[in-house]
């Protein structure tokens, strides 16, 4: 509890990943749904109970991206296998995933993607490194960048146009656009490696590299 620190419940399945969890409602029930180790899984907020779970073993037990609620649907990645979208639905007292679609196009590693309207904008591994647009609805996929950007980027979306922040330091402002990475401005904002994730507050944004902090204006 954040008022006393006294532990309301546990999840006593296997260790958590890197990922970040999500709590949603879904298929009327409060849940929290996350990466583990070796599933991903959905658990009640009430109680941490595993309602229901997929098998989503990687080969590190890293498993470090993130989520993402897109409508009543849940899209996530399982490491070698591509970038997953589903629903779940209550039967009785039971729960059950379906498959809504599923994009062998693309994968994700480390790098969580972002939604913008019906797109989804994302970093995939391959190529080392390659920026990539679904619909989100159907997981088709929309386009593909020309690769070797990085092996990681922060991704955030502004409501009016999306940041991509490289590791290697390299800043793309892009157009939301589902028909190609239309590339606003480009910038190069450290002279070291960029891996923290950016913070946006108004018209700026902190970017930590190695050893310092900057402040940008756009």
């Known amino acids: 509890m954040p008022q006393t620190g006294a532990v309301k419940w546990f999840y006593d399945g296997d260790g958590p990943a890197y990922a970040s969890p999500l709590v949603v409602t879904l298929a009327g029930t409060r849940q929290v749904v996350t990466h583990t180790q070796k599933e991903f899984v959905g658990a009640p907020a009430t109680n941490g109970k595993k309602l229901w779970s997929i098998p989503s073993k990687s080969e590190y037990d890293e498993n470090s991206t993130s989520p993402l609620l897109y409508k009543d649907t849940i899209i996530f990645p399982r490491e070698g296998f591509g970038i997953f979208s589903i629903r779940i639905v209550k039967k009785g007292d039971t729960y059950e995933t379906q498959e809504v679609w599923k994009n ?62 490289t590791n290697d330091a390299n800043l793309f402002i892009a157009n939301p656009s589902g028909k190609s990475f239309e590339i606003l401005a480009k910038y190069t904002v450290a002279q070291s490696q960029t891996w923290a994730h950016p913070v946006l507050f108004g018209n700026k944004m902190l970017i930590k590299d190695e050893t310092t902090i900057a402040s940008f204006s756009f």
């Not at 993607?113 to 390659?130: A, D, E, M, R, T």
């Not at 929309?142 to 092996?151: F, N, Y």
Request: charged share 20%.
């Open 104 to 165: 062998s196009d693309n994968e994700l590693f480390m790098s969580t993607p972002v939604i913008y309207g019906k797109h989804l904008f994302g970093l995939s591994p391959k190529k080392k490194g390659q920026f990539f647009a679904l619909d989100a609805d159907t997981g088709k996929t929309l386009w593909q960048g020309e690769g070797r950007v990085g092996e990681n980027a922060a991704i955030l979306n502004t409501g009016k146009v999306l940041f991509f922040l």
